[in-house]
């Protein structure tokens, strides 16, 4: 088969180029679908649920555990106080004194408060406290210029609140005679004072007062104070207060418990494997403010300077979260949840108590930005994969039909290799087909009758055609196709046809090229050269 020389188009864009845009462009359909998907599903926010479940979890179980423990020492701090007033008012009775009298008979403080330093010792040896203490309405020496705000008692500190539960605990004395310590071998503390330093508003006035004004049981009159420092100490603490109440009514002073800063962190720190700057409070509660300077934190690392002075303000945040102002200008994101101090009817049933967990919100947000991320990045690199695979996939898939062209372009019908693809190799087989009709068939068509005689009647028959069919006809002559003559003859592809048709009738003619053997005969006959344009 004769084959004329192929030129192809460089500058288009190859089938493996549309197949791979195709390819990208479904794979970008698809990862919008799944990124809307997993959006509609809550992944991107699976970071805010997981975080707030972690701050639940850990505000759930501290606030328990803060309750349990402060119902459990308020229990026993009455107990104590009760155990301590029976104490002082057999003493005072065993010297003919009334409980009144007790700050008229500075003698006998010393003698009292060794009656009470085991009972407060065994307290302390047996509870969950950091320290035990009694403070009486009296002072040993009335005559002091500070007498008013001196006041006698006792406080014992366990040195080892991470080990309470020892059975000898290290109990030093901080406050009391230190005749007392010394007949014990009890170790006073680099802080020791003889006396309470008292003040208005403090954890002795708030809790004398509010029993010398009630009629309340005892049950119903103790105190939680915020935290703070006691005068001539170091450390921050939470005091529990019970009044000493003796038989008839009066009130001998105060006793009860400390919860120190230190056994509050150890106790109610929060989980810190996963957000190392997990912190809890338990603070005083007005409104939506916390009581900074009242509060005990817990946590691992060191609050900013003035973070602990003030007031803390919550605001509702994003995913039933709060934020938390502190008041060194440190955010905070978590929960809180109000403690029950105290009972119903009890005398300072309004003083309502909080404990949050909070996260730094700069921690907050680039751990749920980081969650993310590795979310996006998974389905980028997806992406990536996706689309190596295209690339390759197309290769694969359009080899056999660049192959196929290849061979149509250089090899004859006999020639062609089979794929094994049916659609390429049906038209291998049309295409073998075609070689061969084409080559048993003249370039012309068959002339049947002489040539004379039909070349006779072809011109004989131009005589016949319209004006109209004529115009075809002598630009037929000219070497214009029809397509050509549409356009000069302003008229359709339809009318020409149709020109077409009766110009072969009456040339007796069956196709244009057997037109065109005519049109060149006459052109050699009247020695007319030729003029040949290709359909």
Not at 46 to 74: K, P, Q, T, W, Y
Not at 173 to 202: K, V, Y
Not at 361 to 384: G, H, T
Request: proline share 4%.
């Amino acid at each position: 088969m004769m084959r004329d020389a192929i030129a192809l188009d460089r500058g288009g864009v190859t089938l493996q180029r549309r197949l791979i845009v195709f390819f990208l462009l479904f794979l970008v359909a698809v990862m919008a679908a799944l990124f809307l998907i997993l959006f509609a599903c809550g992944v991107f926010s699976a970071g805010l649920r997981e975080h707030r479940a972690f701050l639940m979890n850990e505000l759930g179980h501290i606030s328990d555990d803060v309750s349990n423990d402060f119902a459990a020492i308020s229990l026993e701090g009455v107990a104590v106080s009760r155990r301590l007033s029976e104490h002082l008012d057999k003493a005072l009775s065993d010297r003919n004194t009334l409980p009144s009298q007790l700050q008229a008979s500075p003698e006998y403080i010393e003698v009292l408060l060794d009656g009470c330093l085991d009972i407060l010792h065994s307290a302390l040896e047996k509870g969950r406290a950091s320290g035990a203490y009694i403070v009486l309405n009296a002072t040993v020496n009335p005559s002091l210029p500070d007498a008013s705000h001196s006041r006698a008692g006792l406080f014992l500190k366990n040195m080892e609140p991470n080990a309470v539960h020892l059975e000898t605990p290290a109990i030093h004395l901080m406050r009391g005679p230190a005749a007392l310590a010394r007949s014990r071998n009890m170790t006073m503390l680099p802080q020791w004072r003889m006396e309470f330093t008292i003040s208005d508003g403090d954890f002795f006035n708030i809790t004398d007062q509010a029993a010398r004004a009630s009629t309340l049981p005892l049950s119903r009159l103790y105190h939680w104070n915020g935290s703070e420092v006691l005068a001539g100490d170091y450390q921050e603490s939470i005091l529990l207060t019970v009044p000493l109440i003796a038989y008839d009514g009066s009130v001998y002073g105060v006793c009860g418990f400390e919860i120190s800063a230190m056994l509050f962190k150890l106790q109610n720190l929060p989980d810190n494997t996963r957000h190392t700057r997990a912190l809890s409070v338990l603070a005083p509660i007005s409104g939506n403010k916390l009581d900074a300077s009242r509060a005990l934190f817990a946590g691992n690392f060191s609050l900013p300077s003035g973070s602990t002075e003030g007031e803390i303000t919550t605001a509702a945040g994003n995913g039933n979260l709060y934020s938390f102002a502190f008041p060194g200008g440190e955010t905070f994101t978590g929960l809180y949840s109000p403690v029950n101090l105290y009972p119903k009817d009890s005398a300072h049933a309004n003083e309502e108590w909080a404990v949050c967990v909070v996260l730094p919100s700069e921690d907050f947000d680039a751990a749920i930005r980081s969650q993310n991320m590795a979310v996006m990045l998974m389905l980028f690199i997806l992406l990536l994969l996706s689309a190596a695979v295209s690339f390759v996939l197309s290769r694969r898939y359009l080899m056999p039909v660049i192959g196929a062209i290849n061979q149509v372009i250089a090899k004859s019908g006999s020639e062609y290799k089979k794929t094994n693809i049916q659609e390429i190799d049906d038209l291998f087989d049309y295409l073998a087909e075609q070689d061969t009709a084409r080559e048993s068939k003249p370039d012309f068509p068959v002339v049947r009758e002489p040539v004379s005689e039909l070349y006779q009647a072809f011109v004989a028959g131009i005589k016949t055609l319209s004006p109209a069919e004529r115009a075809v006809f002598n630009l037929y002559m000219e070497g214009y196709n029809a397509r050509e003559i549409t356009d000069i003859l302003c008229l359709s592809i339809n009318t020409i046809k149709t020109h077409n048709r009766r110009i072969y009738m009456k040339l007796r003619v069956t196709s244009r090229n057997e037109l065109m053997v005519y049109v060149n005969m006459m052109r050699e006959l009247e020695g007319l050269s030729i003029v040949g344009r290709e359909e």
